[in-house]
C-alpha cells in the first residue's frame, strides 16, 4: 500500500522488467573452520595412536571380529532384540488403546501393568523370569476347580531363550504403551469426529485414521527403544542366557585374559546393528510422513490454489 | 416411494434437552425439517447450535424429548415404551445416513483428496476399489477439484479444502447434510467457492441444515431461518421475514451485529 499524499489509491505501471541478482560478498565464517581444524586434527591423531597402541591389539580384533562364536552371538542379540520388541509394540499397542478406551476394566488393567512392569527393574524382572521354573514347576490350562485341558511342565515349554524374550518384552510393552499412547492423543480429535460422522466404526477409525497418522509421533521414540533394546538384551546372562552378544564375548575374553579387543568386536557389532536399524527409521518415518508439509510429496505442487469452482451439474445427490 | 414416507420430516426435534453435566446447553428446541428443505441455523457463540447438529448425527446423546432423522429415533431403539441405548455398530449404520461438513474442515492429511473421498465408501459401505474411485472421481469434478484428487490436504486451500470434505460427506450417499459454520475458517475471498458448492446441493434437492452467519445465503438458500440463543429457538421463519423484520429484541440485537 502506498502512502499517497490525499490517501488516493495508485495504479503502478505493469511493466516487470527482471532486475540482474544481487551479487554481493558472502559472509565468511573463520571461527567455523578454525575449530573443524582442531577437531580434524585432533581425531587423525587420535587414530594414529589408536592404531599403534598395544592394549587395543588389533591382530586380536582381527581375529574375533568374524569369529564364528561371534557372529552366532550377534545374530543371538538381534533375535532378542527383534522377537522382544515385536512382542512389545503389539501388546504396547493393545495396552494403549485399553488405557484409551472408554471401558473402565480395560482401563485398569492396562494401568496396573503399566504400573509394575514399569515401576520395577528389567533385570530383576529377567530373574524371576528365570525362576519360573522353580515358582510354577508346571501351568495348568483351564479352568480351576472346573476342568483342566493340559497341563505345561514349565522348564521342558519355554526355553530360556524364550524366557528372556518373554521378559525383555514384557517390560518393554510397558513403555511402548506409553509411547503409542501419547501418538495416540496427538492426533486431533477432529479427525475422530469426521470417522464418526461417516459411520465408521471404532476399531476402524483407530486402524485407517489414528493410528497412521500416529505413527508420525511414535516412530522416532520407537526407534530409541530398539537402539536401546539392543543394549539391554546384554542383561539376559540374569535369566541366565549366555550366548548373546556381550556375554559371549566376556566369556572368550575370559579366557584369553585379553578383555579390550573383545569390547571393541563387541561395540562393532552393536554399532552395525544400530546403524542399519536407524536407517529403516528413516524410512520408516518418511513413510508415515504422507501429507504432513515437511516431507512435500514431489509432483504435488504446492503453489498458490487457483480459483476453480466449476458449476455443479445438474445431477441428483442420490446418482 | 409410498406417501407415508414422503411425509415423514427429515429432522424432527420434540423439546429435546441436552446438558453437559449441570451445564444445560439445549433447554427445548422443538423444529422440522422437511425433505429438501434447506434450514439455517443463527444464533450467538455458545448457544447450543453446534450442539444440537452433533445431537442429530448422534455424536452426543440428547437427555430429553424426542429426536427422529426420517422418522428413526436417533442413539435408541423403542420397544414396549421403553427406550433401550442402540449399540454402537447400530449407532455407526444411523450416522451413514448424515453427512457432516465441520468448521475445521477435519480431512484426513495422511490420504489425498480423492483417498479421503474413498475411504468410507470402501470401508464401510465395502464398495470396491474401483467403482469407489469413479465415483469419487466424479464428486470431485462436482465440487470442481478433479484436478486436484492426488494432492494431500496440506497443499489445498481452505476452501479447496472444504470443498473436498463436502465430496467425502456426499460419497456416502447422505439423506441430510449438516454444516457447521463451513466458511468460518476460511478467508473471505474463499467463502463464495464453498458456497456456490452449497447453493448447487441445495438446487438438486438435498436437506441441509447450516449453521452460518452468511446471511445473504440464509436469505438466498434457506427455505426457513432459526434464531437460537441460550439453548432455546427465540424466533423461526422465513428467511427474508425473519432478517427484514424479526419480531424478538434478542433476534434484533443479533441481526444487528452480523449484517
Ligand atoms: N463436550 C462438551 N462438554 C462440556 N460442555 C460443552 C461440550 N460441548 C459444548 N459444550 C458447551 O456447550 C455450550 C454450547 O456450545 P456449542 O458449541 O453448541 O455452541 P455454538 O452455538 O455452536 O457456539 P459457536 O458459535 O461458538 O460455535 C458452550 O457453553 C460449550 O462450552
Ligand atoms: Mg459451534
Known sequence: ?319 | MTDATTTVPMVQAERVMKSFGSHVVLRDISLTVNRGEVMCLVGPSGSGKSTFLRCINHLEQVNAGRLLVDGRLVGYREKHDKLYELKPREAAEQRRDVGMVFQRFNLFPHLTALENVIEAPIHVNGHSKAHATERGKALLDRVGLANKADSYPAHLSGGQQQRVAIARALAMEPKLMLFDEPTSALDPELVGEVLDVMRGLASVGMTMIVVTHEMGFAREVADSLVFMDNGVVVEEGDPAEVINNPQHKRTQAFLSKVL
Open chain 1, 1 to 319: 500500500m502506498s502512502n499517497d499524499p490525499g490517501g488516493r489509491a495508485s495504479v503502478r505501471p505493469d511493466s516487470h522488467e527482471a532486475l540482474p541478482p544481487i551479487e554481493a560478498v558472502k559472509l565468511r565464517h573463520p571461527w567455523r573452520w578454525l575449530i573443524s581444524f582442531l577437531l580434524i586434527a585432533w581425531v587423525v591423531l587420535f587414530i594414529v595412536d589408536a592404531s599403534h597402541r598395544e592394549a587395543y591389539d588389533w591382530s586380536a580384533y582381527g581375529k574375533y571380529v568374524f569369529d564364528q562364536r561371534i557372529s552366532k552371538a550377534a545374530l543371538v542379540t538381534l533375535q532378542l532384540t527383534v522377537y522382544s520388541m515385536l512382542l512389545a509394540v503389539v501388546l504396547g499397542v493393545l495396552l494403549a488403546v485399553m488405557r484409551l478406551s472408554p471401558n473402565p476394566v480395560f482401563k485398569t488393567v492396562s494401568w496396573v501393568y503399566i504400573w509394575i512392569f514399569r515401576g520395577t527393574p528389567v533385570y530383576v524382572q529377567l530373574v524371576f523370569w528365570g525362576l519360573l521354573a522353580t515358582i510354577y514347576p508346571s501351568i495348568s490350562v483351564g479352568i480351576p476347580g472346573v476342568t483342566n485341558l493340559f497341563d505345561l511342565p514349565t522348564t521342558a515349554s519355554f526355553s530360556l531363550f524364550w524366557l528372556a524374550v518373554i521378559g525383555l518384552g514384557l517390560n518393554e510393552a510397558a513403555y511402548m504403551a506409553e509411547i503409542v499412547r501419547s501418538g495416540l492423543l496427538s492426533v486431533d480429535r477432529g479427525q475422530d469426529e469426521a470417522a464418526k460422522a461417516l459411520g465408521m466404526s471404532w476399531s476402524l477409525t483407530m486402524r485407517r485414521i489414528v493410528l497412521p497418522q500416529a505413527m508420525r509421533i511414535i516412530i522416532p521414540p520407537t526407534g530409541n527403544e530398539v537402539i536401546s533394546m539392543l543394549k539391554t538384551t546384554s542383561l539376559v546372562t540374569a535369566v541366565p542366557v549366555a550366548t548373546d552378544l556381550y556375554t559371549r564375548s566376556r566369556d572368550i575374553s575370559s579366557e584369553t585374559f585379553n578383555p579390550i579387543p573383545l569390547l571393541l568386536v563387541a561395540s562393532t557389532w552393536y554399532l552395525f546393528f544400530t546403524s542399519i536399524l536407524m536407517v529403516v527409521q528413516y524410512f520408516l518415518e518418511k513413510r508415515f510422513a504422507r501429507g504432513h508439509t515437511q516431507f512435500a510429496a514431489a509432483g504435488d505442487e504446492g503453489g498458490l490454489p487457483e480459483a476453480d469452482v466449476e458449476t455443479l451439474s445438474e445431477a441428483s445427490p442420490h446418482d
